[in-house]
């Protein structure tokens, strides 16, 4: 069972209200590859407009819990609650895969855009395409996204022009495009170079001041302490750790927290 991390720290206060509606549940969630299993039962849950981190080291469960929440990988058991319906995670059917990736969207490591289309085209062909929205509104709706990540002014650009930061910047247009109730973002800076990392940091700050529900798995400690609402720790496949992510910081609630902030203290 985590540990909730609960001491006295004056003036700590979650950023997104206690009260917020339940957008996300993960209710004992598995996973196993080759009969070792890697995810022991997982319950997670994010609130509206909350912007929860997922960190722990290598080899954690981190990713496979996040491409599990989005079926990208089929889990072994468990449930997904999403916008208040419940899913099978064992037992999903093509409508059901398709209704939860209606409503979430996922940021790559590896950006993932089209090299055979424009900046413009990365982003409106997910809503031409795959939710058959007319051009031109698709077009409207890609140059506000892009406008907000600091890229509006590359639309006729191609990837192979554009550099690793600004690439992801992209990708995090084209999820914030289909207007998702939650967005996945899978150590969105873990390829980049320290200068590049932090513009792509600073887009997913403006993202989260503007109240986008958002579930990051990532390294940078100082994204997780400055911009999360709640920490979520993992450790062999399972939430050793949980609570708000100053008090994480501050008071960590184990020695194993401890220690893993301790070898990540020049990020904090």
Known sequence: MAESIGCATSGVVAQASPAAPEVLALKGVRKAFDGTEVLHGIDLTVRAGEVVAILGPSGSGKTTLLRCANLLERADGGE???DGEVFDLVHMKARDITAI???TAFVFQGYNLFRNRTVLGNVTEGLTVARKMPPDEA??????????VGMADRCDAYPAQLSGGQQQRVAIARAMATDPEIVYFDEPTSALDPELTSEVLAAMRKLAEQGMTMLVVTHEMSFARNVADRIVFMEGGAIVAEGPAREFFECPANDRVRAFLQTVDGDA
Not at 139 to 148: F, G, N, P, S, V
């Open 80 to 82: 997904l609650c999403l």
């Open 139 to 148: 077009e409207r709706r890609a140059r506000i996204c892009l406008e907000q």
């Open 101 to 103: 990736r209606r409503k």
